[in-house]
């Protein structure tokens, strides 16, 4: 099982970013995937949630209405469009599924939000 996150970089505050993370090693299409991101300091935190046939999505509170979780099942890629970035959105950001019961994570892409 391999996922490889790509997209993050230095964007100005209201600038957008589209986060992807290409997977490999399992039947994408039957899993529900997951964006996380975590901050210097803090705890890891479940940012977005879409399942596997991209009909239900989750958000956390904060990014409601600026971030976008999407999938391609034939592209094996699950995508985060993020708009309207803010400071507080600077974080390494993860995507993750869980297989055979384990929490499996990519390598991450940093994103930082700064002017």
């Known amino acids: 099982v391999q996922l490889v996150e790509s997209g993050g970089g230095l964007v100005q505050p209201g600038g957008s970013l589209t986060l992807s993370c290409v997977v490999s090693?399992?039947?994408?299409?039957?899993?529900?995937m997951s964006w996380y991101r975590q901050a210097p300091g803090q705890e890891r935190e479940l940012v977005a949630h879409?399942?596997?046939?991209?009909?239900?999505?989750k958000y956390k509170d904060s990014v409601k209405g600026r971030f976008t979780i999407s999938r391609d099942n034939y592209k094996n890629t699950v995508y985060l469009q993020m708009n309207d970035l803010k400071p507080e959105d600077s974080a390494v950001y993860y995507c993750?599924?869980?297989?055979?019961?384990?929490?499996?994570w990519g390598q991450g892409t940093q994103v930082t939000v700064s002017s």
């Open positions: 993750s599924v869980i297989y055979n019961g384990v929490r499996t």
């Open positions: 090693g399992f039947t994408f299409s039957s899993y529900a």
């Open positions: 879409i399942s596997n046939g991209g009909r239900t999505t």
